[in-house]
C-alpha cells in the first residue's frame, strides 16, 4: 500500500513542482522558472497564476539585479507566503532525541539534540522529548504549534499506530507513540518510522528532488531504509517495509538486538564501527572518537569494507526496484567517501548491470538532519491540507 503525499493529477503536480522550487530559492523569477523546469512559459504561467490566487507564492521586485540589467524596469520575483502556526518534529534514534520547531512551511527554527538510551526506555524518552521540545517552544516562543510529525527507530502498524516489532524496539511494543505524546503535549501527533521521514526530507528537499523513484538508507545505530517507488513513500501492508536491518548475512554471528545472529546492522552499524576504529588505534580516547574524526588508511579501510557489505544487500534491492540513486544517510552516510565508494563497488559487482548503470549513489543532501527534516515538512504538508 503506498501512501500519496504528492498531490494526483498531473497539473496539480506540476503547480506543487513549481511551488517546491520557488521555496527553494529566496526568489526566482518566471524567466528563470522555466529555465530551470524547461516547462513551458504558458503552463508555467498558468500554474504561477493558482498559486498567486491561492494565496501561497508572492510577488516581489527582485532585490538584486543580475549582471547587464542595469537599466530598465526591475524584474519581477516570485517568494513563497509563510503565513500560520509553527510546526514541531521529533527524531527518536537509537541513541538519541533530536527536537526542532520550523515555521509554517516547515523551514527550520530552532533545534536541539540530547543522547538518551531510547531503545529500553520508552517513557524516560517520550517524557524527556516532550519537555525538551516544551524548553524550546519557550526559548522561540512558539505558543501555538498547529502539527507535530515523531520518527521513530522502528515499524508503526499504519492500521493501529502501535509499535509492533517486539524484536526491534521492545520497551515500545504495544505502545501507540501517537496518543502518548500526545498526552505529553497537547498537540496533535502523527508517529513515522524514521527511515521514511528521512525520504520524505530527501524526496522534498534533498538528493531525491531529482529521482521518483530511490531508496533512502538510514545507516546509523541501526539500518532502515524509506522506499520512495514513483513518487510515492512505499509502507508495505502494515508499514514494516524497508527493515533491511535484520536481513541475514550468510556466514556472520554477531549477535543483533532482534534477538538473531549475523543481521547486516549487528555487523555495520556507528557502535560496530566505532568498536573497530577503537581496537585498531589503541592511543585515542574511546568516549571522544567519533567516525569523521580520523582520517588514515585503517579508518577508510574498515569504512569501505563496511560499505561494501551494505552495498551487497542494497545490490539485491537494486535488482528487485531497479531505482534511480541509493540516498545513504544517518551518520554512516555523513563519514565520508570512503563508505560510499564500498557501497559502489559491490552494487557494481552484484547487481545485475543494467540496474547497476542507473543507479546512483548519494550522501544524503540533509545529512544526519533528514530524518528531522523530513519530520518539519511533513507536519507542515498536514497542517495544510
Ligand atoms: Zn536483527
Known amino acids: 500500500m503506498a501512501e500519496t503525499y504528492d498531490s494526483s493529477s498531473p497539473r496539480m503536480r506540476t503547480r506543487e513542482d513549481l511551488y517546491q522550487l520557488i521555496r527553494s530559492r529566496e526568489q526566482v523569477t518566471r524567466a528563470e522558472l522555466v529555465e530551470l523546469t524547461g516547462m513551458s512559459r504558458s503552463t508555467v504561467n498558468h500554474a504561477i497564476g493558482k498559486l498567486l490566487t491561492e494565496g501561497r507564492v508572492t510577488e516581489t521586485d527582485m532585490q538584486t539585479k543580475g549582471p547587464g540589467s542595469g537599466s530598465g524596469r526591475p524584474a519581477t520575483g516570485l517568494k513563497v507566503v509563510v503565513s500560520g502556526a509553527p510546526v514541531a518534529a521529533i527524531d527518536f534514534g537509537h541513541n538519541h532525541i533530536h527536537v ?19 531503545d529500553l526506555r520508552a517513557n524516560d524518552a517520550m517524557d524527556f522529548a516532550a519537555e525538551l521540545l516544551g524548553k524550546l517552544r519557550r526559548e522561540v516562543g512558539a505558543d501555538q504549534l498547529s502539527a507535530l510529525v515523531a520518527g521513530i527507530p522502528g515499524p508503526v502498524d499504519t492500521k493501529t499506530g502501535l509499535v509492533r516489532s517486539s524484536t526491534i524496539l521492545s520497551s515500545w511494543v504495544g505502545l501507540a507513540p501517537a496518543q502518548e505524546l500526545e498526552r505529553r503535549t497537547g498537540l496533535e501527533v502523527h508517529v ?25 538508507i538510514k545507516a546509523s545505530h541501526g539500518i532502515g531504509a524509506g522506499l520512495v517507488l514513483g513518487g510515492e513513500l512505499y509502507k508495505g501492508v502494515t508499514g514494516v517495509a524497508g527493515e533491511i536491518g535484520h536481513t541475514y548475512l550468510a556466514g556472520r554471528t554477531e549477535l543483533c538486538r532482534c534477538g538473531n545472529r549475523g543481521c547486516l546492522e549487528a555487523v555495520v552499524s556507528v557502535q560496530s564501527l566505532l568498536e573497530q576504529v577503537a581496537h585498531t588505534h589503541p592511543t585515542v580516547d574511546a568516549d571522544a572518537l567519533t567516525l569523521d574524526a580520523l582520517d588514515d588508511t ?43 565508494e564500498g557501497v559502489e563497488a559491490s552494487v557494481e559487482r552484484y547487481a545485475q548491470p543494467a540496474t547497476a548503470a542507473v543507479v546512483e549513489i548519494l550522501p544524503a543532501a540533509l545529512g544526519v538532519r533528514a530524518e528531522l527534516t523530513g519530520g518539519l515538512l511533513l507536519a507542515a504538508f498536514r497542517s495544510a491540507r
Do not use: W
Open 192 to 216: 513515522e518510522n524514521d527511515a521514511l521521514l528521512g525520504a520524505f526530507g530527501e524526496r522534498k528537499a534533498g538528493a531525491g528532488r531529482q529521482h521518483p523513484t530511490f531508496l533512502y
Open 100 to 118: 526542532a520547531i520550523g515555521d509554517a512551511l516547515g523551514g527550520l527554527l530552532a533545534e536541539q539534540r540530547a543522547r538518551i538510551n531510547v
Open 298 to 340: 585503517i579508518t577508510h579501510r574498515l569504512l569501505n569494507e563496511a560499505g561494501r557489505i551494505l552495498g551487497g544487500v542494497l545490490a539485491d534491492l537494486c535488482n528487485l526496484l531497479n531505482p534511480g540513486a541509493l540516498i545513504i544517510g544517518g551518520e554512516l552516510g555523513a563519514a565520508g567517501t570512503s563508505l560510499l
